[in-house]
């Protein structure tokens, strides 16, 4: 680990006598908190209606844009106050649409200096604070930190022996939580202070210890009433189902997405829903309501993507597994920055309805978890193919470890500009696969699958307006137009926290309301299927099981150097182009592979491997990725492209494979071990 010493925190809190606290008093506590919101009426801003020079030619503006006088509807709804780790108003900028403004004044261009200043007296100068948790009123028992250590099969054969309960589990889940979230203003979860979360989730956990209690505990297998947070794109009908958006807080989904509906017949229990910047659409944890998303590694440290709040969640030990979502990194570039295990599957693997994409095809959702061992029993219990992964663990069982051959790739990784510490570190885990007998492959894909013959024009793939709309209107059941949703909270600060304007702007200044028909058919089937037979044909030649890559090349990422427009302390090598001032310094230093993108378009896996600490005490991960499609290498790409049922059973064998490297790694050298965060340590959990 990270030298405490080496770590600023402080001390806000002295140790007091830690009062009585429980589940059931907290949840009544905050039912009786969260009443409706005063009531806010939306507006429009006349004068920088005036420049929003709508053209006539171009699509029609929801509400006329050339009329600068019009205003929406006196529709009142109600917000949450917005959170006081949240920049202030002077300092919130417009990231679009252009000429929408909340009745506070609105800086319409950023003032770094002041963000930074304000990051540093906020966040910087006090977090993490000195105060342990045992010295608070979410103290937790000797139990309760033992079974938050716990990996998921461990807990699933614990309770399957009836050795603890559901409740058990939860309330120290709970705590964990609430400790984050009020002391050390972790900011990983919504609705935290605005919705009794912890009423849901008790009456989930009681349900399941009374089925467990009369029917036995094999009624509630196979996941065992485990505590899953979930990510705040995913809609339920048991939470407010905003999807990011303040202005949707108030409503909860009118159905369960797919992947819950598997989470309760699995008998998961929800444990909340992690927080997400408006629509996911911003590439970092940040929230309205709750603030930045922080790294338990380190304040300063950058979360990266919109799933950032579950890996925030898993590293800093509320569960050992989250559940995330891909449209271009925020499985990958979370788990990345927070050391996790990460698996971004196949398209299709788990089932994607009631979670709102930006994109045609790019959305997946996926999972991070301590272990791989977590990742696989979380598979196993969620889709129930516990047969297809005792076949796919038979088959890597079957190899030595001369048959598994890693490729690498100079599309997706750049393996000279690695910082020394962690070239060291790469280079370091090679030498222990390849003595240990693992055949790397010394050819390298060099052909981008990314090709612009492929890609159809007018280019773009976003159906982030129309999945909005669908989300308002079938999965709320809400009578709001796209318009009014976005005339509160689509304000950003900083390079990494500006909403992405091209989903919704047609360029003119207007909406942009949906993508052409052939295009969209384009996404579904030909582009991912001509991306995945030029990319297989690397695999193919070679017989390469699986690419391997660094996650990223700098020291550091953070946020100090992100308000600034630096990156790495001001290493040249990672300096923000000019032409993308928007790129944060998390993507910059992460590789291609990770970030994604243009290659989540076709159907693979990828996996994040976390291999413990260089020796300038920066945690490392190395990053792979599966062929497309199955294994089945003579079927063309056009006749799996649509197939929805292949994907969740397809790469199974890699999850193995990840395994079996990771065993030898970690065999030969303890050191490759994931290490656990920062933060763990200061506040006296580990």
């Given at each position: 680990?990270?030298?405490?010493?080496?770590?600023?925190?402080h001390?806000?809190?002295?140790?007091?006598?830690?009062?009585?606290?429980?589940?059931?008093?907290?949840s009544?506590?905050?039912?009786?908190a969260?009443?409706?919101?005063?009531?806010?009426?939306?507006?429009?801003?006349?004068?920088?209606?005036?420049?929003?020079?709508?053209s006539?030619?171009?699509?029609?503006?929801?509400?006329?844009?050339?009329?600068?006088?019009?205003?929406?509807?006196?529709?009142?709804?109600?917000?949450?106050?917005?959170s006081?780790?949240?920049?202030?108003?002077?300092?919130?900028?417009?990231?679009?649409?252009?000429?929408?403004?909340p009745?506070?004044?609105?800086?319409?261009d950023?003032?770094?200096?002041?963000e930074?200043?304000?990051?540093?007296?906020t966040?910087?100068d006090?977090?993490?604070?000195?105060?342990?948790?045992?010295?608070?009123?979410?103290?937790?028992?000797?139990?309760?930190?033992?079974?938050?250590?716990?990996?998921l099969?461990e807990?699933?054969?614990?309770?399957?022996?009836?050795?603890?309960?559901?409740?058990?589990?939860?309330t120290?889940?709970i705590?964990?939580?609430?400790?984050?979230?009020?002391?050390?203003k972790?900011?990983?979860?919504?609705?935290m202070?605005?919705?009794?979360?912890?009423?849901?989730?008790?009456?989930?956990a009681?349900?399941y210890?009374r089925?467990?209690?009369?029917?036995g505990?094999?009624?509630?297998?196979?996941m065992?009433?485990y505590?899953?947070?979930i990510?705040?794109?995913?809609?339920?009908?048991?939470?407010?189902?905003?999807?990011?958006?303040?202005?949707?807080?108030?409503?909860?989904?009118?159905?369960?997405?797919?992947?819950?509906?598997?989470?309760?017949?699995?008998?998961?229990?929800?444990?909340?829903?992690?927080?997400?910047?408006?629509?996911?659409?911003?590439?970092?944890?940040w929230?309205?309501?709750?603030?930045?998303?922080?790294?338990?590694?380190?304040?300063?440290?950058?979360?990266?993507?919109?799933?950032?709040?579950?890996?925030?969640?898993?590293?800093?030990?509320?569960?050992?597994?989250?559940?995330?979502?891909d449209?271009?990194?925020s499985?990958?570039?979370?788990?990345t920055?927070?050391?996790?295990?990460?698996?971004?599957?196949?398209?299709f693997?788990?089932?994607?309805?009631?979670?709102?994409?930006?994109?045609?095809?790019?959305?997946?959702?996926?999972?991070?978890?301590?272990?791989?061992?977590?990742i696989i029993?979380?598979?196993?219990?969620l889709?129930?193919?516990?047969?297809?992964?005792?076949?796919?663990?038979?088959?890597?069982?079957?190899?030595s470890?001369?048959?598994?051959?890693?490729?690498?790739?100079?599309?997706?990784?750049?393996?000279?500009?690695?910082?020394?510490?962690?070239?060291?570190?790469?280079?370091?885990?090679?030498?222990?696969?390849?003595?240990?007998?693992?055949?790397?492959v010394?050819e390298?894909m060099?052909?981008?699958?990314?090709?612009?013959?492929?890609?159809?024009?007018?280019?773009?793939?976003?159906?982030?307006?129309?999945?909005?709309e669908?989300?308002?209107?079938?999965?709320?059941?809400?009578?709001?137009?796209?318009?009014?949703?976005?005339?509160?909270?689509?304000?950003?600060?900083?390079?990494?926290?500006?909403?992405?304007?091209?989903?919704?702007?047609?360029g003119?200044?207007?909406f942009?309301?949906?993508?052409?028909?052939?295009?969209?058919d384009?996404?579904?089937?030909?582009v991912?299927?001509?991306?995945?037979?030029?990319?297989?044909?690397?695999?193919d030649t070679?017989?390469?099981?699986?690419?391997?890559?660094?996650?990223?090349?700098?020291?550091?990422?953070?946020?100090?150097?992100?308000?600034?427009?630096?990156?790495?302390?001001?290493?040249?090598?990672f300096?923000?182009?000019?032409?993308?001032?928007?790129?944060?310094c998390?993507?910059?230093?992460?590789?291609?592979?990770v970030?994604?993108?243009?290659?989540?378009?076709?159907t693979?896996?990828?996996?994040?491997?976390?291999?413990?600490?260089?020796?300038?005490?920066?945690?490392?991960?190395?990053?792979?990725?599966?062929?497309?499609g199955?294994?089945?290498?003579?079927v063309?790409?056009?006749q799996?492209?649509?197939?929805?049922?292949?994907?969740?059973?397809?790469?199974?064998?890699?999850?193995?494979?990840?395994?079996?490297?990771?065993?030898?790694?970690?065999?030969?050298?303890?050191?490759?071990?994931?290490?656990?965060?920062?933060?763990?340590?200061?506040?006296?959990?580990?």
């Open positions: 680990m990270i030298a405490i010493s080496s770590i600023a925190f001390s806000v809190v002295a140790k007091d006598e830690v009062e009585q606290w429980s589940v059931d008093q907290y009544r506590n905050l039912r009786t969260t009443k409706k919101y005063p009531p806010y009426n939306f507006m429009l801003d006349p004068i920088a209606m005036a420049k929003y020079n709508c006539i030619t171009c699509a029609p503006c929801p509400i006329g844009c050339t009329n600068t006088t019009i205003k929406c509807t006196n529709k009142p709804t109600y917000i949450p106050p917005k006081p780790m949240y920049l202030p108003d002077n300092l919130l900028h417009r990231t679009f649409p252009t000429g929408i403004a009745p506070f004044p609105i800086a319409l950023r003032n770094a200096t002041a930074a200043e304000w990051f540093k007296k966040y910087l006090k977090y993490p604070v000195s105060t342990k948790q045992e010295d608070t009123k979410y103290a937790l028992t000797a139990t309760e930190k033992m079974l938050l250590k716990m990996s099969p807990w699933q054969e614990a309770r399957a022996a009836n050795k603890y309960t559901c409740m058990d589990m939860v120290a889940s705590k964990r939580a609430l400790y984050l979230d009020d002391v050390q972790m900011g990983q979860f919504m609705y202070n605005t919705f009794d979360w912890v009423g849901v989730v008790i009456k989930e009681r349900k210890d089925i467990a209690k009369k029917r505990t094999k009624a509630i297998a196979p065992y009433c505590p899953v947070p990510k705040g794109t995913i809609t339920t009908k048991d939470f407010p189902a905003s999807n990011g958006w303040p202005a949707l807080y108030p409503f909860h989904g009118k159905i369960d997405a797919d992947v819950v509906k598997l989470m309760k017949a699995s008998h998961a229990v929800q444990f909340g829903l992690t927080t997400i910047p408006p629509i996911a659409a911003g590439i970092s944890g929230m309205w309501e709750s603030g930045l998303c922080l790294n338990p590694w380190g304040t300063d440290y950058q979360t990266h993507g919109s799933s950032a709040g579950s890996a925030s969640a898993v590293a800093s030990m509320v569960a050992t597994v989250g559940i995330t979502e449209t271009g990194s499985t990958n570039g979370p788990a920055r927070q050391h996790l295990f990460g698996y971004d599957p196949p398209k693997h788990y089932p994607n309805g009631g979670n709102p994409s930006l994109t045609v095809r790019n959305d997946q959702i996926g999972v991070v978890g301590r272990s791989i061992d977590d029993a979380y598979d196993k219990a889709l129930g193919n516990d047969a297809a992964h005792a076949k796919a663990a038979a088959y890597v069982a079957g190899l470890n001369k048959d598994i051959r890693i490729g690498c790739s100079n599309v997706h990784y750049n393996y000279t500009i690695m910082t020394a510490s962690k070239n060291k570190k790469y280079y370091e885990a090679m030498a222990i696969l390849k003595a240990a007998g693992i055949t790397f010394e390298c060099n052909v981008n699958p990314y090709n612009t013959s492929i890609i159809p024009r007018p280019y773009s793939n976003s159906i982030t307006h129309d999945e909005l669908y989300h308002i209107k079938n999965n709320l059941g809400v009578n709001m137009t796209t318009f009014e949703v976005m005339l509160n909270g689509y304000y950003g600060f900083s390079r990494s926290t500006s909403v992405i304007r091209g989903p919704f702007s047609d003119k200044g207007c942009s309301y949906g993508v052409n028909k052939t295009v969209i384009d996404y579904l089937g030909r991912p299927a001509d991306m995945s037979n030029l990319y297989n044909k690397y695999f070679h017989g390469v099981d699986l690419m391997m890559g660094p996650t990223d090349y700098c020291e550091k990422a953070t946020w100090s150097d992100d308000f600034l427009g630096t990156c790495d302390g001001g290493n040249p090598i300096k923000p182009p000019a032409s993308s001032p928007t790129i944060m998390s993507g910059i230093c992460n590789s291609v592979g970030n994604g993108g243009a290659d989540k378009m076709f693979k896996a990828k996996y994040v491997v976390p291999i413990g600490l260089t020796d300038t005490g920066a945690w490392f991960n190395l990053h792979f990725m599966s062929r497309a199955p294994k089945n290498y003579s063309p790409a056009s799996w492209v649509y197939d929805e049922e292949g994907p969740k059973t397809w790469n199974l064998e890699d999850m193995y494979i990840i395994k079996r490297l990771y065993s030898i790694l970690t065999a030969a050298d303890p050191k490759m071990k994931r290490a656990e965060a920062t933060l763990n340590y200061i506040d006296g959990f580990l």
